[in-house]
Antibody, heavy 112, light 108 residues
Framework: QVQLQESGPGLVKPSETLSLTCTVS????????WSWIRQPPGKGLEWIGY???????DYNPSLKSRAAISADTSKNQLSLKLHFVTAADTAIYYC??????WGQGMLVTVSS | EIVLTQSPGTLSLSPGERATLSCRASQSLSRSYLAWHQQKPGQAPRLLIY???SRAPGIPDTFSGSGSGTDFTLTISRLEPEDFAVYYCHQYDSLPITFGQGTRLEIK
């Protein structure tokens, strides 16, 4: 069964770029749709965007073009960059597989 | 954007009882790409149901999903203590992908 593990800095300063990596095991990232989802503390779930194996991406319009998702198929990793972050971007960030398997999540706090 | 509205917001029941959770979509899901996820405190969500009615691997048959179009239901036929959690519906039928606000299932 596919397993996903998010990693990256847990603290980012306002106006800087949040960068996370999702490492996939037990499956190939070169198939279908791989998504990033986030959850602010104590709140609900928000779709950020997805990467499709052709290199196509789609994003939540609410993020106003701040997000960028890419993949490194040689490392079987999915990446997320979120630019110009504010405190409102503080959340647990999850990657999710095409079969809707979730990673364990990574808390990212935006604070100076 | 398809808005998913879950009801009730909180459901208080006892172990052994039957739980019925509702998810209503603001537009019809033409492919019934509707999933249900369970989330316990401090944990990542876990997929229960996909395609409106298909159980994910390892999910007990006390969990069932039904519905089509705009109205979907998650039923837990007999509640176990470990079933008390927050449940989210999730549509991946059209972009942007959206989630319901969640139903909290608590012990009465």
């Amino acid at each position: 069964q596919v397993q996903l593990q998010e990693s990256g800095p847990g603290l980012v300063k306002p106006s800087e770029t949040l960068s996370l990596t999702c490492t996939v095991s037990g499956g190939s990232i070169g198939n279908h749709y791989w998504s990033w989802i986030r959850q602010p503390p104590g709140k609900g779930l928000e779709w950020i965007g997805y990467f499709f194996d052709s290199g196509r991406t789609d994003y939540n319009p609410s993020l106003k073009s701040r997000a960028a998702i890419s993949a490194d198929t040689s490392k079987n990793q999915l990446s997320l960059k979120l630019h110009f972050v504010t405190a409102a971007d503080t959340a647990i960030y999850y990657c999710i597989s095409p079969s809707l398997t979730w990673g364990q999540g990574m808390l990212v706090t935006v604070s100076s | 954007e398809i808005v998913l509205t879950q009801s009730p917001g909180t459901l208080s029941l006892s172990p052994g009882e039957r739980a019925t959770l509702s998810c209503r979509a603001s537009q019809s899901l033409s492919r019934s790409y509707l999933a249900w996820h369970q989330q316990k405190p401090g944990q990542a969500p876990r997929l229960l149901i996909y395609g409106a009615s298909s159980r994910a691997p390892g999910i007990p048959d006390t969990f069932s999903g039904s519905g089509s179009g705009t109205d979907f239901t998650l039923t837990i036929s007999r509640l176990e203590p470990e079933d008390f959690a927050v449940y989210y519906c999730h549509q991946y039928d059209s972009l942007p992908i959206t989630f319901g606000q969640g139903t909290r299932l608590e012990i009465k």
